[in-house]
């Protein structure tokens, strides 16, 4: 959908969620904050890269020492008495040293809500509308578009196990499949439901989290490419994250809500269930609307970004025991996450937003609200980690 502030129009990215508007909608960004809950994890390094557009989906190249982040169109706005004029800034993809933060190139006139790469190939893909561009990661420079019929283009997932690049859509709700060697459409997945975040296991598996009301996940067999499973939730939704431990076979879901509102207050929960058989182990709240999730499997960790400022941690102390470890402040707004895998270290990225307008006189409480104008130049990648 269109998502607008005063200044800046950013097409086809969007909150997924309300859950995940509703953590968003401040007044002003809180600074990163040293006095935090007791715990490992803190905030390494905030780079302030400033440029103008939105976001949504991010993602680590481990191999390559890169990180990717989509950003979104800005429309040119003219001066006013009381604002200098906006400039028009087209879609591109901005590239990052993954270890210094410092930019690293950017592909011209490539958007989209989500980046991959091949490391193999050396192609990265992005889930641009109306048709997912494929580019030279070397270069930096558009391959080609694909066409994707009526998918919307919205998630994606590369899956080194058989080098395919997954596409998720909401309002057709499967996923197109590409073959990251040469981008040519190998054929849809019926999900059966409105896909967001995926995980493969690496011996053919993947999950796919759901972000219906009634939150699941579908797993899916990638050599017959058909949906094997589905399992849900019942009293959990609207899911945007999901992270797995291979090893164990157990997946963990960021849901924005339980039980049944209003006769029950809603929360954000991290559902675990066992991958083989979706039966759930456990649920543990998280500390705000959560929009992506992760997974160490080197510390037997799990994490979700909220756009409230906050990161969960989840331990994994074996299959069957789980504790919230930590809730780390980071900054409002940084709600998805990527992964390094060579490191360890954990990447989200906001914008400072400025004070918002007073509410309309009579409206009502509640709600997402008045937004602060985002201010220009604020954008800041956070490294996350224990050292």
Not at 75 to 100: G, Q
Not at 161 to 166: G, I, S
Not at 360 to 367: L, Y
Request: one cysteine or more.
């Amino acid at each position: 959908m269109e998502f607008r502030t005063t200044l800046y129009w950013f097409p086809e990215i969007h909150m997924k969620s309300l859950y995940s508007a509703l953590a968003v909608a401040v007044t002003l960004l809180a600074p990163i904050c040293p006095a935090q809950q007791a715990g490992p994890y803190k905030v390494l390094k905030a780079a302030k890269v400033g440029g103008e557009g939105g976001w949504d989906y991010i993602f680590a190249d481990a191999d390559g020492r890169r990180l990717y982040i989509p950003r979104g169109a800005v429309r040119a706005v003219a001066a006013t008495d009381t604002a200098p004029a906006v400039a028009a800034i087209p879609a591109r993809v901005t590239v990052f040293n993954l270890d210094t933060l410092e930019p690293a190139g950017e592909v011209a006139g490539v958007g989209g809500n989500g980046a991959v790469v091949d490391p193999k190939s050396g192609h990265g893909f992005t889930s641009d509308h109306p048709k997912v561009s494929m580019f030279d990661t070397k270069t930096l420079t558009l391959i080609k578009s694909i066409d994707v019929g009526a998918a919307n283009p919205d998630g994606i997932y590369f899956d080194p196990f058989n080098q395919r690049v997954y596409v998720f859509s909401h309002p057709t709700k499967d996923a197109t499949v590409i073959d990251a060697k040469d981008g040519t459409v190998l054929g849809t997945i019926d999900l059966g439901g409105v896909p967001e975040q995926a995980v493969g296991d690496g011996k053919g598996m993947l999950y796919v989290v759901m972000q219906d009301a009634v939150g699941s996940v579908t797993a899916v067999d990638v050599k017959t490419m058909k949906a094997v499973g589905h399992y849900s939730f019942v009293d959990k939704g609207g899911c945007n994250g999901l992270a797995l431990d291979a090893k164990n076979g157990i997946l963990f879901a960021a849901c924005g809500r339980s039980g049944n509102p209003p006769a029950t207050p809603a929360q954000p929960m991290m559902v675990i269930l066992s991958a083989a058989d979706g039966k759930i182990l456990t649920s543990l709240p998280l500390a705000g609307g959560s929009d992506g999730a992760a997974f160490n499997p080197t510390t037997m960790e799990a994490f979700s970004t909220q756009g409230n400022g906050t990161m969960t941690i989840v331990k994994e102390k074996s299959p069957t025991s789980f504790e919230v470890e930590q809730n780390l402040d980071t900054k409002n707004g940084a709600r998805t996450i990527t992964f390094d895998s060579k490191t360890g270290h954990l990447f989200t990225m906001a914008q400072e937003r400025g004070p918002a307008p007073a509410p309309a006189p009579g409206a009502a409480p509640g709600g997402r609200g008045p937004q602060g104008v985002t201010i220009p130049g604020s954008f800041t990648i956070l490294m996350v980690g224990t050292k």
